[in-house]
């Protein structure tokens, strides 16, 4: 889109039958009744007030802003976030929150006055949080995203989602002290389109498509030459087996990095491809169930940390936009973290319907007689894995891809980093600088602000 202002054209590879990656909206029919879904919701939030005026430019009023509704669900009752004092004091009880305060001060003078060095997630939080809080819901909820253990996680992990956050931070926050300090904004209302916010990018793909730009869906490359400094040549089969050899002047690309260094030829040295694959990949099971149901809960989320319960998340389209359901109906999505070798990767939709059933009918959420569709979705590659040795090996790769002069590589998947749509926006910006200017951006800075990932305004809608 940037680049397409300043006249210069693009050709988009998508290996999807629909763009958006990871943010596009599905359109699911049950019967005459079309319901939609993010593949996970998406809330937008940035610090970045262009990309909130790039995004009115686009969707105008569909772009409409929600109030937040979050909690978490923890040994059998509900916490809601942000956090509620008295609810929060009420559910722990006195003793277990007097423990709590009694941590946090044993752990600020072990990580604060005597300098305990912080070597994992786990010291991490146990340094801002305390042990019994650390255990209570972060340290279980990390552990069954990563599936490894806390002590295995790096550090980078809460630096860069939770950093300036802790006891403190949550507490002053709940009591109502410390004004427009600490976590605030966006924990309670976002911007969402009207129906779903894969409409972001399908608006693009229209523009770009209107200009003269090709968007080519259902098309995927299958090797990528270069001469050790340019990619020369790319060939991208499409949905019919044919190949079609480009010769593009930059290759801005978002392909999961361990698996675009197998596309390269010539492949890359043995000692790059050595660290590529120790980088490992969470991927993520979704079911998808309409019901012949109002509603379910009032939640935008809930969250799951406790592990007995094979679920992380559930969300409810409804609560983002009623456009996302046929009135007098809801529909309800359910989150799994595994690996790809793992089980419930593997299971059938009427299996994971099977192993979902019992908690929500135990909860009183719906019976098997209100669901009226099931629907099983499977993503790789969803969330890269933070362990100990990721910076090091993603160090080696990055060094040598670098060296690729015309290629930029963006996005979660392409520089295998946690990020959210905003910054995969920002991403794309910062390359059409890149070939605009012919000059290089760090990308690693996106996203890297050493405060609460969650901070961030809420801009004020132009009128």
């Not at 593949?39 to 937008?44: C, L, M, T």
Request: proline content about 6%.
């Amino acid at each position: 889109m940037e680049l397409s202002r300043k006249g210069r054209n693009s050709i988009v590879i998508e290996k999807d039958g629909q763009i958006g990656g990871l943010a596009k909206t599905l359109r699911i029919k049950n019967g005459d009744d079309e319901y939609l879904t993010d593949i996970g919701p998406h809330r937008f939030f940035s610090k970045n007030q262009y990309l909130y005026d790039f995004i009115e430019d686009l969707l105008h009023e569909e772009w409409r802003l929600v109030p937040r509704q979050t909690r978490q669900f923890i040994d059998g009752k509900f916490y809601d976030y942000p956090v509620k004092a008295m609810q929060t004091f009420k559910n722990i009880g006195f003793w277990k929150s007097l423990r709590i305060m009694i941590d946090y001060v044993r752990a600020r003078t072990a990580y604060g006055l005597f300098k305990k060095p912080m070597e994992t997630f786990e010291d991490y939080v146990v340094a801002n949080f305390g042990r019994t809080l650390a255990e209570f819901s972060m340290i279980n909820y990390s552990e069954k995203i990563w599936g490894i253990p806390a002590a295995q996680i790096h550090p980078d992990w809460a630096r860069q989602r939770i950093s300036g956050l802790n006891l403190w931070s949550v507490f002053a926050k709940a009591i109502g002290l410390g004004g427009k300090k600490g976590p605030k904004s966006l924990v309670d209302q976002f911007y969402y389109p009207q129906f779903g916010t894969g409409r972001i990018y399908e608006e693009i793909g229209k523009h770009l498509v209107d200009e003269g730009n090709e968007i080519h869906v259902a098309s995927e490359p299958v090797a990528v030459r270069h001469d050790g400094k340019r990619i020369t040549e790319v060939d991208v089969k499409d949905k019919d087996g044919n190949v079609r050899t480009y010769r593009p002047d930059h290759l801005v690309e978002s392909v999961p990095l361990t698996r675009f260094l197998h596309l390269l030829d010539p492949p890359p040295p043995p000692e790059v491809l050595e660290a590529a694959g120790g980088l490992k990949w969470r991927a993520q099971v979704y079911l998808f169930l309409t019901l012949e149901k109002e509603t379910v809960t009032p939640d935008n989320w809930i969250y799951f940390p406790n592990k007995d319960i094979p679920f992380g998340r559930t969300s409810e389209m409804k609560n983002f936009s009623k456009d996302m359901c046929p009135p007098g109906k809801t529909s309800f999505f359910v989150e799994f973290f595994a690996f790809e070798e793992e089980p419930i990767y593997s299971m059938s939709k009427e299996e994971v319907f099977d192993l979902v059933m019992p908690y929500f009918e135990e909860w009183g959420y719906f019976t098997r007689d209100e669901v009226s569709s099931v629907h099983l979705i499977k993503r790789p590659c969803v969330y890269p894995v933070y362990d100990l040795e990721y910076d090091v090996r993603l160090g080696k790769v990055r060094d040598w891809l670098d060296g690729i002069e015309n290629l930029i590589y963006v996005g979660r998947p392409g520089r295998f980093r946690y990020t959210n749509q905003d910054h995969s926006l920002e991403m794309g910006i910062l390359a059409s600088r890149m070939i605009l200017e012919g000059r290089k951006y760090d990308l690693d800075t996106i996203g890297s602000e050493n405060e609460y990932f969650e901070k961030g305004p809420i801009y004020e809608k132009r009128i």
